[in-house]
């Protein structure tokens, strides 16, 4: 596994979600200094992420099927040291 720093991470998840779903709203948050302790938490490395998307290419799809694009989407992104992805993934017809 090739760890990442530096907000490296963060980009890779920012081009990879922007290149193949297009959304309207990407909003990606480095949560990893709130998972000190837990499970997968490496200090000073990019680990956690909450993720908030709006993209016409969730539409007509379930909330498994959602996550299984982003996640194959994100593959560098969990080779590089993410361990934890928590997903908010709309069609734009459910943004509020």
Request: glycine share 10%; net charge negative; hydrophobic share 40%.
């Amino acid at each position: 596994m090739t760890q990442m720093s530096d907000g490296a991470v963060k980009q890779l998840i920012e081009e990879r979600l922007g290149q193949g779903l297009e959304p309207t709203r990407l909003l990606v948050t480095d949560d990893s200094g709130r998972h000190a302790g837990h499970a997968g938490h490496r200090p000073g490395a990019e680990t956690h992420f909450r993720v908030e998307i709006v993209s016409s290419a969730f539409s007509g799809k379930s909330r498994l099927e959602r996550h299984r694009l982003v996640n194959d989407l994100l593959k560098d992104a969990f080779a590089a040291g993410m361990h934890a992805l928590e997903l908010k993934a709309k069609a734009p017809d459910e943004a509020h």
